[in-house]
């Protein structure tokens, strides 16, 4: 039985990483961690959300997962960070929870926090590598530690093999592409395995 304490942390509009957020939850509960699954903040106008029939049902289907506070980045040994690509970068909601995180960053609270993210866009080459990386280099300001899946299983070519993080490409009619279930759920298991790697370095 693992003792890791995992965040998995998504922002979504369209249901698909709130669904890869569910698969990891799902494969760190099998490697016997405990688990939360967080949202981060909305920001943009109600209005907009409304005019929105898919954000809208995506907003009402996570209207009951908890919004992600600094308290629960400062828990979690392990943290799996799952967001939609924006021009190649993380959404702005993302990003902003990251950016009021100042606080925990300067008493030392994100070192050595095991890391690891997924993505989604709409096509094959929309970005997903590089908003991966544009959060991964948030999380090595962060002294975290980058637990990568990279080609650690077969099951990760068949979601196409990108070795950042699980990245999914979703279709006009909103349903994914690649079957990337087995790959999110090895990669949330990699990340509680090397989180308890450090956990036990660190006793």
Known sequence: MSNV????????MGGTNYQLSKWAEEGAKEAGAEVKVLKVQELAPESVVQGNEVWKATVEATKDVPVVTSDDIEWADAIIFSVPTRFGNMPSQMKQFLDTQ????????????VVSAMTSAQNPHGGQEATILSLYTSMMHW?????????????????????YGTSVTVG????????????????????????????????
Request: hydrophobic share 40%; no cysteine; net charge positive.
């Open 143 to 163: 002294g975290a530690i980058i637990a990568a899946p990279g080609y650690t299983d077969p099951v990760l070519f068949g979601a196409g093999g990108n070795p």
């Open 5 to 12: 304490k995992l965040a998995v942390i998504f922002y979504s």
């Open 172 to 203: 006009q009619d909103g349903k994914m592409i690649e079957d990337v279930q087995a790959a999110v759920k090895h990669q949330a298991k990699r990340t509680v395995t090397v989180a308890e790697w450090v956990k036990k370095a660190n006793q």
């Open 102 to 113: 100042g606080g925990l960053w300067a008493t030392g609270k994100t070192v050595n926090k």
